[in-house]
Structures are given as C-alpha cells and as structure tokens.
C-alpha cells in the first residue's frame, strides 16, 4: 500500500522513531522501518520511506513471517489496499504528522 504524508513533523529518522517504529536500513535513497504488532518478531508492519520534496512517499505492507528459504527474500506478507490493518496504520500515521 502506497500513500504520502504531506507534511511530517520532523524528519523521517525521527518521525517514525516517534511512531513506535525501529529504523531497519538504508537501500539507496529509501529508508526501511519496521513496528512489530506483538512481542514476537512477526506479524509486524514493513515500510519503505523516500523522501521528496520534504513529503514522505510511503510504501508498506504487513510481513507475517519471516523468509522461508535462505537466500530468499521473498515472505508471507500482507499488501492489499482493502486491509483494515492497513487503512489503520496508514490513518495513525497521517494523524501524526498533524500533530
């Protein structure tokens, strides 16, 4: 799921730091953050950050276990637009940055 927050409060480092979530790494010119859903590593929310313009272009989705094969990246994960979850999180973070 893809949307962009318009107006951070502060940079992305320390914004999604605010938000409850850990810096992962860094690919480029997107930064990747993670916030775990329980006390376990997975489900957890995974989000790829590319700043433009001083706007958060946001891309994430919900991984709910880790790879299955090593060398893999690929993962069960949840991306749908139509997640509930989803919708939430990406309204928690909106209101955020209003704040």
């Not at 927050?5 to 940079?11: L, R, V």
């Not at 993670?34 to 272009?57: A, E, G, N, S, Y």
Request: proline fraction near 3%; glycine fraction near 6%; avoid cysteine.
């Amino acid at each position: 799921m893809k949307f962009v927050i318009e107006n951070p409060s502060a940079g992305a480092a320390h914004f999604f730091r605010r938000a409850g979530y850990a810096f992962q790494k860094r690919e480029g010119e997107e930064m990747a953050f993670v916030r775990k859903l329980t006390d376990q590593p997975f489900p957890r929310f995974h989000l790829f950050v590319r700043v433009v313009d001083f706007h958060f272009h946001v891309n994430f989705h919900i991984d709910h276990k880790a790879a299955s094969y090593e060398g893999q990246s690929m993962h069960s994960g949840e991306y749908d637009e139509e997640s509930r979850l989803l919708q939430e999180e990406m309204e928690r973070l909106k209101l955020i940055s209003d704040n």
